[in-house]
Structures are given as C-alpha cells and as structure tokens.
C-alpha cells in the first residue's frame, strides 16, 4: 500500500503541476481530496491492513496528503500571480457596478397619486375584472341596442359569446363605467369611491390614441349633491395632481349614463395653452366626461333617482399623464422602451 500512496502522490504532483487555471486547479482538489477522491478511497483501507502496519501507513498517508494540499497551493498562488490570469490591471478599490434599479410605470405612479388624492377625500378604490358583460358595459348604462359602442368595430366581443345577449355575452370592457352599477349594488348609498383600470377599444391609434389603454373614474353618489359641487370636485383632484390651478371649461356632451353630461377639458399643459399637435393647436384637451348619473343607471343599481343623485367623471389616465410629463405622444407610454420609461424614475 506504501507503493500506491507513493504513485498517487507522483501523478497528483503532476496534474498539479499542468494545471493552467484555478478551475481545473480545484477540479484536481475534489478528485484528489473531495469525500470520494482517489487518496480519501486509499486511506480508507488503510484499516483493512494488518493491525502492526496500520500506524505507519496513517502516517505516511497524513504525510501524502500534506504535499499534495502543498502543491496544490503553491499552484494556485503561481496561477494567481500569473500574467496570463490577470489581464492588466485591477484596482480593488473602484466601488462596485450597481445593478440597474426599477421603478413604477408613469402611468402607475399617476394611479398611486390619484388614489391618494381621493382616499383624503373619502373615497374608496374599487377594483373589478378587465373581462364585462354587454349588461354591466351598455345594457346598464343606457346605451341603446343600436348604439355603435356595441358593434364590433368599436368592442372586442369574446368570439363564443357573440350570438348571446346581455350578461352571457361578454367582452373586454370598453369602459370602466360599468363598474359603478356593480359596487351601488354591492355597498348601495351614499358612495364615494373611484376605480381605475385598464380599458380595451377596436380603434386607429395615433399621438392621443390607444387601443389598450387606462381610465381613472370616479363616482359620487348623495342626496342634493349640487353640479358646483361637482365642478370644484374637478378642481380640486386636478391641483392635487398638478399642484397647482389648472384651467378648466365644461362644454355639454351626451353620453347615455349621465343627464345632463359634460365633455370636461383642461388647459393643455404641454404648450400651456398656446397650442400644439396633442391639443391639436386650440390649446385645450379633453381629459375626461362627466356629469350627473342617468336616473335608467340609479334604477339599474337598485337606487331610487328621486331620492338619489350624484356626479361621475371618468379621467383619461394616460392624457392626464401627458399633461404631467409633456410628453406629446401617448403611444411612447405603451412602447416599453426602456429610455424613454428609466427618465421617469
């Protein structure tokens, strides 16, 4: 057996030798050394010897053992100090890379900040499925069953369910007013609460157009609630979000869930009113429909619209971050190009 330790240690001192780099270095020490290495096998049946040579073959084999650990070592410091390890030169005291950090979509932050803005009011944030019924979109709303919203050209109808009809037939929600007869029939009255969302449409895209894009609505519900109530209302999310007065005009619009409606425009702060293309050169922008909820839609709650009333605006999320930022196309937003997104970190 003292021949056998003999020749493992002649050819590990070898491999050890014609190592070229600390990888195959440490491959040497786990073939050699490692739990099941040749030499760890050998001195394992080293207690399988006759008991008079058991403690000169241990010895021998610590003895092995120890010139190789050695080699191994020394082989590794010539490595390291190789110049063919190191390529030029390292100055250990530059501070390390930083891994690139994350942050939240400008769109999401504006989210954040609107909800935040309506939580100190009162208001609670409500949520509900991206996937709706043709009841919850139109049926509840008002809309008639000739209205265009319905056709396909303007909804992404769900293929199985096109030849059915109200709450079996679904869609993407092209809207997220729907919403609001859900929770009144889930909380009922008074309500303050706002539910933001991302909302699905069949048209041509262009600098103020998406076809997935977000809202932001919110609906009040109250005895007697007053349109200047309404209108300070709109004021009021408006300066929180810019943090500072904002022009606004209300012009009167239809939209079948609300009596009387509003279009609702704000200056356009990417030219400050002097305007440009996302203005479309009037300097005012449309950010958002509003106005007093459709007795057909209070009915469709459960609600009693001689006792009830209220205000509704649905905002334009992403116009309303353009505003923020300046940005004059809002198709950027959806692009995930990361150098345009890591500017608004």
């Given amino acids: 057996m003292l021949d056998e330790l003999q020749r493992l240690l002649a050819e590990a001192k070898q491999s050890i030798a014609g190592a070229g780099d600390d990888t195959s270095l440490q491959e040497l020490r786990q073939q050699i050394l490692g739990k099941k290495g040749s030499l760890t096998l050998l001195l394992k049946n080293i207690g399988k010897q006759p008991a008079e040579e058991r403690k000169s073959l241990g010895?021998?084999?610590?003895?092995?053992?120890?010139?190789?650990?050695?080699?191994?070592?020394?082989?590794?410091?010539?490595?390291?100090a190789s110049s063919s390890h190191l390529e030029g030169f390292i100055d250990l005291t530059l501070p390390g890379t930083l891994p690139p950090g994350g942050g939240l979509h400008p769109i999401t932050q504006m989210a954040y900040d609107l909800n935040d803005a309506f939580r100190s009011m009162g208001f609670e944030v409500y949520t509900e499925n991206e996937i709706t019924s043709e009841k919850y979109a139109f049926d509840n709303l008002n809309f008639p069953a000739e209205h265009p919203a319905r056709e396909s050209m303007d909804t992404y109808w769900l293929k199985s369910e096109e030849e059915l009809t109200g709450?079996?037939?679904?869609?993407?929600?092209?809207?997220?007013?729907?919403?609001?007869?859900?929770?009144?029939?889930?909380?009922?009255?008074?309500?303050?609460?706002?539910?933001?969302?991302?909302?699905?449409?069949n048209e041509t895209t262009d600098a103020r157009h998406e076809r997935a894009f977000f809202q932001y609505e919110a609906l009040i519900v109250d005895k007697d609630f007053s349109f200047a109530s309404g209108q300070l209302f709109i004021k009021t999310i408006l300066e929180k979000v810019f943090g500072h007065e904002v022009p606004i005009r209300m012009r009167a619009g239809f939209f079948p869930f609300v009596e009387p409606g509003f279009e609702i425009d704000m200056q356009c702060q990417?030219?400050?009113?002097?305007?440009?293309?996302?203005?479309?050169?009037?300097?005012?922008?449309?950010?958002?429909?509003?106005?007093?909820?459709?007795?057909?839609?209070?009915?469709?709650?459960?609600?009693?619209?001689?006792?009830?009333?209220?205000?509704?605006?649905?905002?334009?999320?992403?116009?309303?971050?353009?505003?923020?930022?300046?940005?004059?196309?809002?198709?950027?937003?959806?692009?995930?190009?990361?150098?345009?997104?890591?500017?608004?970190?």
């Fill in 59 to 80: 010895q021998e084999g610590n003895k092995v053992k120890d010139e190789i650990t050695a080699a191994i070592e020394e082989r590794e410091a010539e490595i390291l």
């Fill in 167 to 201: 709450s079996k037939r679904l869609c993407l929600r092209p809207h997220l007013t729907g919403a609001s007869v859900r929770y009144l029939k889930e909380h009922g009255a008074p309500a303050r609460f706002v539910y933001p969302g991302q909302v699905f449409r």
């Fill in 270 to 345: 990417v030219c400050g009113g002097k305007g440009c293309r996302v203005c479309k050169n009037v300097g005012w922008i449309e950010v958002m429909p509003g106005g007093v909820p459709h007795p057909n839609v209070l009915k469709a709650a459960g609600l009693d619209p001689a006792e009830w009333s209220g205000f509704y605006i649905n905002i334009g999320l992403d116009r309303l971050v353009m505003m923020r930022y300046g940005v004059d196309d809002v198709r950027l937003f959806h692009s995930a190009d990361l150098r345009f997104l890591q500017q608004f970190k």
